[in-house]
């Protein structure tokens, strides 16, 4: 699996996953291609390609914004996440700390 772009396969700003096994005995790969400083109008020169080893054929994905699945609906939900992690961490500290105050004051 690899990314390319006008053609050409693509090694900068390319970031390769593990591959992961699953119980069914298939298994799943990542290639995560940082789109940062890729304009939307030349998303279009950019594919996903993917070939099995037994198998002659490419497996090609254009980069389409619209058939990207993440598990955040959009952007902003990452800051929410943040923020509800954070605040889940201070409260935790703050009880770690009361249990702490109230179990060293009952020795």
């Known amino acids: 699996m690899f990314w390319r772009k006008d053609g050409e396969e693509l090694h ?10 699953n119980n069914d005995g ?12 890729v304009t939307p109008e030349d998303w279009q020169r950019y594919d996903c390609v993917f070939q099995l080893s037994a198998v002659n054929e490419y497996m090609v994905t254009r980069l389409d914004k619209a058939a990207i699945k993440t598990n955040w609906e959009n952007p902003t939900d990452i800051g929410a996440a943040m923020v509800v992690l954070v605040i ?14 109230v179990t060293k004051e009952e020795r």
């Not at 900068?12 to 096994?21: A, K, Q, R, S």
């Not at 298939?26 to 400083?37: I, R």
């Not at 409260?91 to 700390?97: F, H, P, S």
């Open 12 to 21: 900068e700003g390319v970031d390769p996953g593990e591959i992961l096994l």
């Open 26 to 37: 298939t298994f799943q790969m990542s290639v995560d291609l940082n789109v940062s400083s």
């Open 88 to 101: 889940v961490s201070i409260a935790v500290v703050v009880i770690v700390a009361a249990v702490a105050v």
